[in-house]
């Protein structure tokens, strides 16, 4: 079955930089990939995604890019601000009615 | 998207006995997931609900110790059988939307058992 890895697990940035989160996965079936942020305590909130047919999708100062030859999207945020600071997770999914397949999650700080 | 209304939000439970956990949507999906999160740790699923089938579950979670129901379109329940410390832990319900993508979670039940 599919398998998604996701790194780092841990990601330290000052405020105002960019950050970056790397999937890679492994059935070239997959066609979606959405991003999801968990902050503490709360459910995950979709952020972003991206369909198979498109190789970068933005969303103000969130981006998404996707490499299907090289089975790889990531996450770009972009003047990080302090309430990007939570657990973002990258998924994969084959089609519609089939579930979400999640990568172990990145914890994001961003230092003031 | 869907809009998941989960419940209980918590819950702490003597060992051995069950808890059921309800989801209800805001307009008809086609499927309905449950996950288990671990403090500091990812989303595993357990099991796909399918509406007028037995739900689909994945390896390691068998259906006698976490039936499912998935009475309609918008309902599903999950319960926890005979539980034990091992099975305290975040359940959270998830839906795809009605176009099929952009998948939302409910709000999570934390268990803790005793």
């Known amino acids: 079955g599919e398998n998604v890895e996701q790194h780092p697990s841990t990601l330290s940035v000052q405020e105002g930089d960019s950050a970056v989160i790397k999937c890679t996965y492994s059935d070239s079936a997959s066609n979606y990939f959405p991003w999801y942020k968990q902050e503490l305590g709360k459910r995950p909130q979709l952020i972003i995604d991206i369909r198979s047919n498109v190789g970068e999708k933005k969303d103000q100062r969130i981006a998404v890019t996707l490499n299907k030859t090289a089975k790889h999207f990531s996450l770009h945020i972009t003047e990080t601000q302090p309430e990007d600071s939570a657990v973002y997770f990258c998924a994969s999914l084959k089609s519609g009615n089939t579930p979400l397949v999640f990568g172990k999650g990145t914890r994001l700080s961003v230092i003031a | 998207s869907a809009v998941i209304s989960q419940k209980p939000s918590r819950d702490i439970c003597q060992r051995g006995t069950s808890l059921t956990i309800q989801c209800q949507v805001d307009?008809?999906?086609?499927?309905m997931f449950w996950y288990r999160q671990q403090p500091g740790q990812s989303l595993t699923l357990i099991a796909t609900a399918n509406q007028g089938s037995e739900a689909t579950y994945e390896s390691g979670f068998v259906i006698d110790k976490f039936p499912i129901s998935r009475p309609n379109l918008t309902f599903s329940t999950l319960t926890v059988s005979n539980m034990s410390p091992e099975d305290s832990s975040i359940y959270l319900c998830g839906a795809d939307s009605p176009r099929g993508y952009g998948y939302t979670f409910g709000s999570g039940t934390r268990l803790t058992v005793v």
């Open positions: 307009s008809q999906v086609t499927m």
